[in-house]
Structure formats: C-alpha cells, structure tokens
C-alpha cells in the first residue's frame, strides 16, 4: 500500500502521539534556542549547529545540508525505514490500534519465512567465516585471500567466508537445526536433488563474500570459485530476501560515510570494493557485475547526489559507465566517471600501483559526465581526417548543447573551437542553432509532465541570503510559506497563478496544496507533509515553513507576489525569443526575424500592463 492511499486520519492519529522533539531528541541532542531547539545534524557532518526543530509546526530544518520534513520523515531517513514502516513503528511505540493493515515489514508483523530466511543466513554466513578462519578446509581459501592483498582486518570487516566442497555441509546443518529444506531452497541457499529426495548445498569450494540489505541484514551470498567450476562468480538467485535489481553490495558499510560526504563511489565487483575500502575509498557500493538500474538509482540518490562511476576500464566497463551517465542524471546526481588506464579494473590498479596513486590518479581525476561523453565518442572518429573532424564536432556540439549553464556551455564550445581551430564565434553559433532546433522539437509537443518530472533533477538555491536571490525566487517561497498555512489563500492563488511557478519543484509543492486544501482539509503542517513522501519535496517544505507564516499578510502582498512570478515568465520568453531573433536574422532569414520581432513586442506589451 502506498502513502496515498493510507487515510489522512491515521496519519493524523499517529502524528498526535509522537512530538517530534521527543523523536528527533532519541538521536540528536537539541537545545533551546529561543522558539526552536537547535542541534548538530545527523545527516551530515558539522561543528557549529545548523539543524532546527519548530515545535510549533512540528519540522525539523537543517540549513547545511537542506534536509527537513516531520517526524515520519525523520524516522524513514534516521533508520532507513519506508513510509509504511515508520508508520507501524510509531503506533506500535504508542500502542495505537490503527485500525487498518498498512501491509508493514516491521519485525513485529513480518512474514515468518522472511524472518527464518533472515536468521538462516545470518547463521550461515557465520559458519562459513568459522570454516575459513578455523578449519583445514578453509586454508587454501586463505591463502588465496592473502595473495590478493586482504588481511584479517578486511575479511572480518567484510565477513567473507569459505563454503566447504562438501555436497551438504550446510544442508545436514540447516536440518539438525530444524529449519524447513524447501524454504531454504527457495531463498536461495539449497538445491533439491534432481533424482531422490533432499537438498544439497548451493555454493561448494568457494569463498563467499556476503551481501547485506542497507540496514546489514544478511540476504545472498557471491561465491568465487576456487577451481577451474563455472560461473567464476555464483550469486545468489533472486528471492524473498535478494533483488539484484535493488541491491547495492557494502551499501550497509559505506552509508555513514556516504551520508557524511554526499557523495558515494560505485564499483562493478565485489574485490573493487574491498581494495578501494583498504585505499581509503569508505563511500564504495558495487552493483555486482550488473548494469545500473533504475531501482539502483533510486537508492543512491536518497543517500547522496554526487555519484562517482568506477568501472572496469576495458571496453565493457566504459560502455556500461556511458550506460550508467542518464539514468543517474534522471535521478537528479552529478555525475563523474573515473577512467582507469591500461584497461585495468580497480582492483588490478590497486595491486600493481598501490592505493595513493589510485585515490590521486583515478578517484580523485574522475572526469564530469560531459567530458567523458566527449571523450567516449572521440574514438569513433578519425581526427586526423577533415570530414571526420567535423563529424566529432557536430557530434560533440550536440552533447554542449544539453548542457544548461551557459557558462559551462561557453567553456567546452571554447575549448572545442581551440582544439579544431576554429573561431570560437561560428562554434559558438552552430551551437546555439542546435539549441534553437531542440526547443522547437521540445516545444511542439506536451512537456508539461517532463516539466513536473523534473522535481527530483532540480537544484534549486539552498539557504542563500534572500537577496542574493531573484526576484520571482522569493516571491515564489513568500507565496508558498503562505499557502502552507491558509486554505483560503491557495485556491485563490490556484485560481490566479496555477501552474505558472517558474522553479519546478515550486510547482509541484503548489499542485499538492492545491489538492490537499481542495479535499477540504484544514491546515495542518506536519499531517500535510507526511502526505507528501517525496524526500525533496518535504525537504523543501519545512525550509519554506521556517520563513515565517501568514499572520498580518494582505491581499495586495499576494498579489505582488502573483505579479513578480508572471513577470518573470514574460521576461524569460522575450529573453529566448530575441536569442532566436538574432540566429534568424544572422543566417539571413528575416521573414522569420520579422515574425519573432512581432512576437516579442506583443510580449513587452503584456509585460508593461502585468
């Protein structure tokens, strides 16, 4: 069941028996300050507190690192519960009969072979840690770990074990201790026997690296075979527990120091990880030999937005990191790509030149997305051949083109015209043509849902002095704080403004109000923001509630408001169509220049009477 189908009353009814200064308090020790509590963050690290908690609206803020939201929130970030669960946990501390069945995955109503699963692993993967560390069997395992550079430190740190060449070894274990064979089969650490009854054991003679969930539940196993036996690396089938899909290998380690750094570094393998640990590399997650997904990203992106890409780098690595650049960006990351030379991967770099020169000449050289799609299509191309020469650049002008700082813009279409010397001015002018193509495209169909899409992409100011801000920024956040607090104000904003917020993520936070007064519902801050499950947007909430509320404000203040935003819109639209003016007039078709110079005087005229 998802959050918006969960009545508004329920949330209500769990909200009211948890104060959030009792909820945060558990975690952050919070000082009085005035109206607010204040205390250092838990999300990221500080010296000089920045995080906020209002009492009388029920948030928390933090002006480092832009996290807020409620006390749901708060829960679901802290101890990476989902909204159901952090849901469940609350009426179950407050003994609350909620009255309907959320479906939870709290330990108290867990599914029970999800609950056996969770403990037959968690034996398991003791027993093969015993096997290799203790026993004959486990010895040439051992030494096999020794020659690829891993100590005792890193093998318990990462709970790597040896499963036996034994048929049954677990399987006569799992018995005498009375778990059920065929569920064990079906998570995935037994096979039945194609002739005859029972089960013998999924991995034998190999070393077997653990993977956890993000909370450090033990859910599969990576066996690395020790002999000439194929696959070289087993994992795992999909089950209950493990989705390959979603899981991240070391993400349970590597969160404290993701969270802390905003930043996480993703590996293909397993051994990548462990050696860029050992180098220092504490924000490394793999996504086990898979292409990245979608539900990777969806992970990655609640713990951090900076993203590094650490693939092999022989032709495979590099196409899969090429794969791996717009589904990140989708998902709102800014995006790095690490080129390792000599087609090595991580690991191989590692053993032959050792962990500095990894961390100063790989990690710390990665390059951003755009120079390495640059440098990614470069190979295609003969260079030293004219006609080749210009079939790069059109190829590279249309990657700057994506690009949606001008500055940044400016900087490869130099660096490109410098390199094919060419003049900067005529580069410069492709360029923008290209540009002007894409948003005739763009604008000839229905954008508005890419538009809203692009709540999560949106890097919006954080925390700036309001007057370092433009204009209609503030007025959007002013308009917002008011909207938060007072029904009446934001079905007449609906009614004058609608959609017409120029940040997307403003709009989004609008079209939420919009709905949730329009239901009827009275203000209530802290019910309307768990409604919302949207990290960002409640994020972006609680930072415009911290401005104040509506108290004293008139109608000619909303309306200034209104105004400001409109405004802004008109100027941005004469701003591009005079840019497609000039392209116009500099290729020499003025019937066109004609028609957009009449476009934009009929916008002056509604800018002037706005």
């Known amino acids: ?99 309907i069945d959320l479906g939870s995955d709290t330990p108290s109503q867990q599914n029970p072979e999800k609950t056996k699963l969770y403990e037959a692993y968690e034996f398991t993967g003791k027993l093969y840690q015993h096997i290799l560390k203790n026993t004959e069997q486990g010895k040439q395992a051992m030494e096999y770990l020794r020659s690829r550079g891993l100590n005792d430190k890193l093998i318990d740190t990462f709970g790597i074990g040896y ?86 290998y070391n993400m349970h380690l590597a969160r404290p120091q993701i969270r802390k750094l905003q930043q ?57 990191a090429y794969k791996s650049i717009p589904i990140l960006e989708q998902a709102g990351c800014l995006v790095k790509i690490a080129m390792i030379p000599n087609a090595q991967d991580p690991d191989d770099f590692i053993t032959h030149h050792g962990s500095e020169r990894f961390v100063r000449e790989v990690i710390e050289t990665a390059v951003p997305s755009i120079k390495y799609k640059l440098l990614y299509f470069r190979k295609n191309f003969k260079l030293q051949e004219d006609g080749e020469k210009l079939r790069y650049m059109q190829q590279a002008l249309k990657i700057i083109a994506d690009i949606t700082s001008p500055i940044e813009r400016e900087h490869y279409v130099r660096e490109l015209s410098t390199e094919f010397r060419y003049s900067f ?68 904003v609906e009614r004058n403004l609608g959609d017409q917020f120029n940040v997307d993520a403003h709009n989004a936070l609008a079209a939420y109000l919009y709905a949730y007064f329009g239901q009827g519902y009275e203000p209530n801050f802290s019910s309307f923001i768990a409604m919302l499950q949207e990290e960002e947007l409640e994020g972006l909430a609680s930072s415009i509630a911290m401005m104040g509320n509506s108290h004293g404000v008139n109608g000619q203040v909303i309306d200034d408001c209104i105004s400001t935003i ?23 078709d003025l019937k066109m220049a004609g028609q957009i110079g009449n476009e934009i005087t009929s916008l002056v005229k509604q800018l002037k009477s706005s």
């Open 566 to 588: 409109k405004k802004y819109k008109l100027q941005q639209s004469i701003k591009q169509k005079t840019e497609e003016m000039i392209v116009a007039e500099r290729s020499g």
């Open 163 to 248: 499963a036996p060449s034994n048929w049954d070894t677990l399987a006569q274990l799992l018995e005498k201790r009375q778990y059920d064979l065929p569920l064990m089969e079906k998570g995935g650490l037994l096979s039945a026997r194609q002739e005859g009854q029972g089960y013998f054991d999924k991995f034998r003679d190999r070393i077997m690296f653990p993977i956890h969930d993000w909370k450090g539940r033990l859910i599969a196993f990576a066996g690395r075979a020790m002999g000439e036996a194929q696959p070289k690396y087993l994992n795992s089938p999909e089950s209950m527990l493990f989705h390959k899909s979603k899981s991240l």
């Open 425 to 492: 001015e005529t580069t410069l002018q492709n360029l923008n043509e290209i540009r002007l193509q894409a948003e005739k495209s763009s604008s000839s169909g229905d954008n508005k849902a890419k538009a809203w899409n692009n709540v999560r992409n949106e890097r919006t100011p954080r925390e700036q002095t309001p007057s370092l801000l433009p204009a209609y920024y503030n007025a959007e956040r002013q308009l917002l704080a008011i909207m938060l607090f007072d029904a009446d104000i934001t079905l007449y």
């Open 1 to 99: 069941m998802s959050n918006g189908r969960i009545p508004e009353e329920v949330i209500e009814k769990v909200l009211k028996h948890h104060d959030i200064v009792d909820v945060v308090g558990r975690y952050v020790h919070l000082s009085k300050q005035g109206h607010y509590m204040k205390g250092l963050c838990p999300f990221h690290s500080e010296k000089t507190p920045s995080f906020t908690v209002t009492p009388e609206k029920q948030i928390y803020h933090c002006y480092g690192c832009g996290a807020g939201g409620g006390a749901i929130r708060f829960l679901m970030e802290i101890e990476g519960f989902t909204f159901i669960e952090a849901i469940n946990q609350m009426a179950a501390e407050a003994n609350l009969d909620l009255g």
């Open 264 to 320: 996480i570094v993703v590996f293909e393998g397993y051994m990548d990880v462990i050696k860029a640990w050992d180098a220092g590399i504490t924000n490394g997650v793999a996504t086990m030999g898979t292409a990245l997904t979608e539900e990777h990203t969806d992970v990655i992106r609640k713990q951090a937005d900076q993203v590094t890409v650490a693939y092999d780098g022989d032709s495979a690595g590099q196409n899969a």
